[in-house]
């Protein structure tokens, strides 16, 4: 197990971040098997966040005391880390860095190298909405990898992968990633299209089974199943994934499109559990428009009873 003073990266590293609270077991797990799975290294990070505001006032030594203690619990949350990941997945190659300063900016740097970046989420209560803190958020807007947020209820494995799909070069990427899961996890992909509002001969469409619905459900699952089987073609083909899915033995992956009637972040989680993956691609248009961290990506974050991946196309 190798400990870096710095935060390096292993190239193609899992990069998994803790922080010594309640949620680091879920991620940990998420992060091990993920690692396992892809036949890479897992990289634990864990950051003593320290600002001159803390203190009231330029570094002193009573500030430097403090620095040291929370050094002192980044490392011990890392020890606790390692001694997990050890009894989950012995097998997985683990290195860590502990570091002061800022730990959005510490994770997007790792995600510069690594294949995919996992952080933990918290909920305000059991049945309440995933709270995105400032660290989170900052490393889904800004890191160049794939960030997973893995919600405390996560189970260590994805029974199925969710992918919001809608034609656009964002939700290409969100297909990929989606499939480059399903593919080390031997999982099935659902592929959800959403629509809302549609008009047809001048019409807007309200009955299921119209003509007019049916040619909605028609042009939108076309569209759907267009993008997935690009993605499956690239996947065959070695185009989009990496190296490690290429040495696997190459077999089907099942894939299912849904079209369905609905605002699409509702749409995208409608009958998602704990143990399903839900993947997004940012800046989509159509039925996943918006910026990243836009209503759409912040709400599906915020809801999904699951993990959930964020992809830039």
Known sequence: MAREAEHNTPDGAVVVAVDGTSKDRAVLAWAARSAQRRKTALHVVSVAEVGVSAFGGPESAASGIVVDQLL??????????????????????VSTSTTTGSASRVLVDAAERAALVVLGATRSSRLERVVLGSVSGAVIQHAAAPVVLVPESAGPEPRRVIVGVDGSQQSRAAAAAALDVAKHAAVPVTAVIAWHIEVVDGVVVTEPGSPQWEKVE????????GVMDQALADVRSGATVSPAIEQRTDRDIEVTVEVRKGKPAAALVQG??????????????????????????????????????????
Request: charged fraction near 25%; proline fraction near 4%; hydrophobic fraction near 35%.
């Open 72 to 93: 002192e619990a980044a490392e011990s949350s890392v020890t606790t880390a390692c001694e997990h990941i050890k009894e989950i997945a012995p097998d997985v190659e």
């Open 272 to 313: 998602a559990t704990d143990d399903d993956l839900v993947v997004v691609g940012t800046r989509g248009r159509g039925g996943f428009r918006g910026l990243l961290l836009g209503s759409v990506t912040q709400t599906v974050l915020e809801v999904s009873p699951g993990p959930v991946l964020v992809t830039r196309g």
């Open 218 to 225: 028609r042009r939108y699952r076309e569209i759907a199943q």
